[in-house]
């Protein structure tokens, strides 16, 4: 009788013990990558900042060139389910091309790749931000000679450019509806020097440049050396970067939360 007692005892206390809790899927931040010793720290302080507004989330870098880790070993490294966060703010070859692949070249995980950071209010946040740390002021928003150029790496995707137009629309709004013109580093769109010749031919001679860029490196360097008065810094590890990184995991797993439940409505 005692031996049978205990055995429920057993039983009953395992019922009553909680299950262990499911570990979320990993975030994977994938970084392009740059010489820059400075690109590699920032992304570094970036994702400090995201663990630490969530900790429960396991985070894991993985890069796309010139850069440790590269993406494939980070993600041979993991196991179960991943969400691939982009620091990139468009829409372009990488987003469309590389991580698809990468994923492919990983089938041991359930693996799903969330939007491009940009275009979101919290990049105009950000940018705001940084034009403020270098010098900008509210009186600038309300001189009719100011404006904002918005120096990004640039594409030949279409799509991309579309999303640079619409950040500059997010950081004009932000601004108070000062004029705030793209200029692109690569890919053959306008330079800064011909976005800067346009602006002054409109009457704006007080221009600032606002870096596009979520960390230091060849383009942000280029850019900046060719700007007319003040310029910003890049994104980096802002806040509004690390709460927006988590805000495009948190999309990525509710839409893979919705698909999910579509199909199990179907089969009803």
């Known amino acids: 009788m005692s031996q049978i007692t205990a055995q429920l005892s057993s039983q009953l206390s395992g019922l009553a013990r909680p299950p262990a809790s499911r570990c979320p899927p990993a975030l994977v931040a994938v970084a392009h990558g740059s010489r820059d010793p400075g ?23 993985g890069h796309i060139e010139l850069n440790e880790p590269p993406l494939d070993d980070t993600l041979a490294a993991l196991r179960g389910e991943a969400v691939l966060v982009p620091l990139l703010l468009g829409r ?20 799903r790749i969330a939007a491009p950071l940009g275009p979101h209010p919290l990049l105009a946040e950000a940018l705001h931000a940084r034009l403020v740390e270098a010098g900008y002021r509210h009186g600038h928003r309300t001189s009719p000679r100011s404006a ?30 000062i004029p705030v013109l793209p200029a692109f580093a690569s890919a053959g769109g306008a330079t800064v020097a011909d976005s800067v010749r346009i602006l002054t031919s409109r009457g704006h001679h007080r221009i600032a440049l606002a870096s596009y860029f979520t960390a230091p490196g060849r383009f942000a360097t280029e850019t900046a050396a060719a700007a007319p008065w003040l310029t910003a810094a890049p994104l980096g590890a802002h806040p ?29």
């Open 39 to 61: 690109a590699l720290r920032t992304a570094k302080a970036l994702l400090a900042r995201v663990h630490a507004l969530r900790p429960d989330v396991p985070v894991r870098l």
């Open 92 to 111: 372009g070859y990488h987003v469309k091309q590389d991580l698809p692949q990468a994923l492919a070249r990983a089938p041991h995980l359930q693996g």
């Open 148 to 177: 904002v150029i918005l120096a990004a790496a640039g594409s030949r995707d279409p799509d991309s450019a579309r999303d640079t137009d619409q950040a500059a629309a997010l950081l004009s709004a932000r601004l108070g509806g």
């Open 240 to 268: 509004a970067m690390a709460r927006l990184v988590l805000d495009r995991y948190d999309q990525a797993l509710a839409a893979h939360a919705g698909q999910g439940d579509s199909l199990r409505l179907a089969t009803l």
